[in-house]
């Protein structure tokens, strides 16, 4: 088999991370501004208007293309910092918005009639009728699926929609419906929908408790771990919770996604693209994973079996999941 | 400003969320068309497809019932539409010209163009040019997500009055929290959702959840998530009617949910006060505590009935 390689969108939190995962053989890169209108809004990390001019002489000047996620869901009376930020990225030269507030969209549509628009994850459009709505609507012309779909479901969906489509295929994994959980608001008054955050480490605290270490978000435990083993961040769907008497990993076990086990799989499914998390990751995992990814996307243009080397050890808990690729996830 | 006055203000009961058996499905609806002072009422399931044929038994009796007691009924769709069968059971619904429809997902948006629909709490409306999108292309009420805040309200409140469309809030009732392809009813009986025996059905107001410490904390209703804590924005009525807000959402839950709404009445007519009503209230949800923090810009867990008292003019 021949086929057009999978296209490798890659995180870039940082102008460094950028440069590294052009170099690294990154087809785009996704960033963000460094404020509340994009879902990664942690400190350290993002772009200012400088910083995306460089960004975009560097990633263009190697043929690689740059996304930039606007993808919060602009404040009630104050659509001001979201505005700038399209109309910002579209002067500078961003390839492509990355978009899921209705209201933006119809901004974008009618303000930059020409722009690319890509319709985010965190819009949570799952099927034919809302993927051809942004579509009709706005002319979106890719989206971004959550992550809730088998490979067959994608493969149906795709049949079916006037979009091309982008999964997520290594990283960070969200098991609730993207853009469509107020848990960590819930917590912590800080949410990933309006404020660009998911259990920000503002209200993260780690207590010893005896021989355990204990993690919490605002007034609730997340975890427990014995002194022998490493406490990890709390992120609520992560943790551990007591359900019908027994403690245990209620929503998801510490496990980040890893689909290159998959990839042949999602290639026929008809994919245009694969996403790589981890825009609040340093340069080394950058360099590694879209390394990796970009040897594996090769491989599978050609038929030849995917390699999967250097992978495992990036992964959060050390274990990969094809997670809601396959049915038995569910 | 277009305050609306308290004894003007509508109560709507949302759709039931847990799987109770048919029987007991319907003689709660049966007793709510008989005794419960609400405006509106919806009906459907939001949760998970796999239900949806225990649902429908029922759902032509009750509908009836409820017209009859002069109910408006309203069909709410599914929270996560996923395939074609689950688009389809939208697509039946909307081939209804007679029916009102809430959406609940931008699949149930897409097929209402052009007819007017409500748009369900679990559809991310969180600004103006959001909101006058959608009531461009049909939109006539909005229930606002759980996660706003006391001026978020405000303005959209505003916004919808001013193109003639309506707006509800949340008043009572756990919250939805999250909608996953996962099933943690299931995944906690050892199960997955293809053969989960509906579990989700030994719990009529949601599995509990608690921390490592034993803290009570969220309600598993199989793919959905919910608080444990009960949202109850008794104290913040006035000034919502005030703001604009003209109706107000009572999701059921396992208690006597007529003597609820007859409490949301009674406060929003001047015969109780919010003190009084929320003593009340109390008694009929003795199991878990009461949460308005989102309203006051917090975490949606606290609750401060003190800094929130607001009198009815």
């Given at each position: 088999m021949n086929a057009k390689p999978l296209e490798l969108v890659c995180p870039a939190g940082t102008p460094a991370a950028l440069r590294v995962a052009v170099d690294a053989g990154a087809d785009a890169v996704y960033l963000g501004f460094r404020d509340e209108t994009n879902a990664r809004n942690f400190p350290g990390l993002n772009f200012d208007r400088t910083d995306l001019a460089r960004g975009v002489a560097y990633a263009h000047g190697k043929g690689c293309q740059v996304f930039v996620a606007i993808n919060t869901f602009p404040a009630a009376g104050r659509p001001g910092p979201w505005r700038?930020?399209?109309?910002?990225a579209?002067?500078?030269?961003?390839?492509?918005?990355?978009?899921?507030?209705?209201?933006?969209?119809?901004?974008?549509?009618?303000?930059h009639p020409g722009q690319r628009l890509h319709l985010s994850v965190q819009a949570s459009a799952a099927s034919p009728a809302a993927l051809r709505f942004y579509h009709e609507a706005f002319g979106v012309k890719?989206?971004?699926?959550?992550?809730?779909?088998?490979?067959?479901?994608?493969?149906?969906?795709?049949?079916?929609?006037p979009v091309e489509t982008e999964v997520f295929a290594f990283g960070g994994l969200c098991v609730m419906a993207e853009g469509r959980c107020a848990l960590s608001s819930w917590c912590t008054g800080k949410s990933p929908n309006r404020d660009g955050v998911c259990s920000p480490a503002s209200h993260v605290r780690f207590e010893r408790r005896g021989d355990e270490m204990m993690t919490a978000l605002g007034d609730f435990t997340i975890d427990a771990v014995p002194d022998d083993r490493p406490a990890g961040y709390p992120t609520l769907c992560k943790g551990r919770f007591v359900a019908r008497g027994?403690?245990?990993?209620?929503?998801?076990?510490?496990?980040?996604?890893?689909?290159?086990?998959?990839?042949?799989?999602?290639?026929?499914?008809g994919v245009r693209a694969l996403k790589i998390e981890g825009r609040q990751r340093g340069r080394a995992y950058v360099v590694q994973v879209v390394s990796a990814f970009r040897r594996a996307v090769d491989a599978a243009a050609t038929g030849a079996p995917v390699p999967r080397a250097g992978l495992a050890a990036l992964q959060e808990g050390a274990r990969g999941t094809t997670g809601a690729y396959e049915k038995g996830w569910r | 400003m277009n305050a609306v006055k308290p004894a003007a203000a509508k109560l709507t009961l949302g759709p039931l969320l847990y799987n109770w058996p048919a029987e007991r499905r319907r003689d709660f609806y049966f007793r709510v068309a008989d005794e419960a002072p609400v405006d509106?009422?919806?009906?459907?399931?939001?949760?998970?497809?796999?239900?949806?044929?225990?649902?429908?038994?029922?759902?032509?009796?009750v509908v009836e019932r409820l017209l009859r007691a002069g109910k408006a009924v309203i069909h709410s769709t599914a929270a996560l539409v996923q395939d074609a069968r689950d688009e389809d059971g939208i697509a039946a619904l909307a081939a209804d010209p007679a029916l009102e429809i809430e959406a609940n997902d931008m699949a149930g948006?897409?097929?209402?163009?052009?007819?007017?629909?409500?748009?369900?709490?679990?559809?991310?409306?969180?600004?103006?040019d959001t909101l006058a999108f959608l009531a461009g292309r049909g939109a006539v009420r909005f229930v606002l997500p759980a996660e706003h805040d006391a001026a978020t309200i405000a303005v959209l409140a505003a916004a919808a009055a001013a193109l003639g469309a309506e707006t509800e809030v949340q008043a009572f009732g756990r919250l939805p929290l999250a909608i996953s392809a996962r099933c943690y009813h299931a995944r906690a009986h050892g199960?997955?959702?293809?053969?989960?025996?509906?579990?989700?059905?030994?719990?009529?107001?949601?599995?509990?959840?608690?921390?490592?410490?034993?803290?009570?904390?969220l309600a598993v209703n199989g793919t959905q998530t919910q608080s444990?804590?009960?949202?109850?924005?008794?104290?913040?009525?006035?000034?919502?009617?005030?703001?604009?807000?003209?109706?107000?959402?009572?999701w059921p839950q396992a208690v006597d949910m007529v003597a609820v709404a007859q409490l949301f009445r009674d406060m929003l007519d001047g015969r109780l006060d919010a003190g009084e009503a929320d003593g009340a209230l109390a008694r009929l949800v003795p199991f878990a505590p009461f949460a308005n923090g989102f309203y006051h810009g917090r975490e949606g867990v606290a609750w401060d009935a003190a800094s929130s008292q607001c009198e009815l003019p």
């Open positions: 700038s930020a399209v109309d910002d579209v002067r500078l030269g961003a390839d492509a918005l990355i978009l899921a507030d209705t209201g933006l969209l119809d901004y974008a549509a009618r303000t890719r989206a971004v699926l959550p992550r809730v779909l088998t490979v067959d479901e994608i493969a149906a969906l795709n049949a079916r929609v027994a403690a245990g990993h209620l929503f998801e076990d510490p496990t980040s996604l890893d689909a290159t086990a998959v990839l042949p799989a999602l290639m026929k499914a | 509106a009422v919806h009906v459907g399931e939001v949760v998970c497809a796999k239900r949806v044929p225990l649902v429908a038994d029922v759902t032509a009796d948006v897409a097929l209402m163009a052009g007819r007017p629909h409500v748009i369900g709490p679990l559809v991310n409306v969180y600004n103006e199960l997955h959702k293809d053969g989960c025996q509906y579990v989700c059905g030994e719990d009529p107001d949601g599995m509990a959840v608690e921390t490592l410490d034993g803290q009570p904390f444990w804590a009960v949202a109850n924005l008794c104290h913040e009525m006035a000034a919502m009617c005030a703001a604009g807000v003209g109706r107000f959402r009572l």
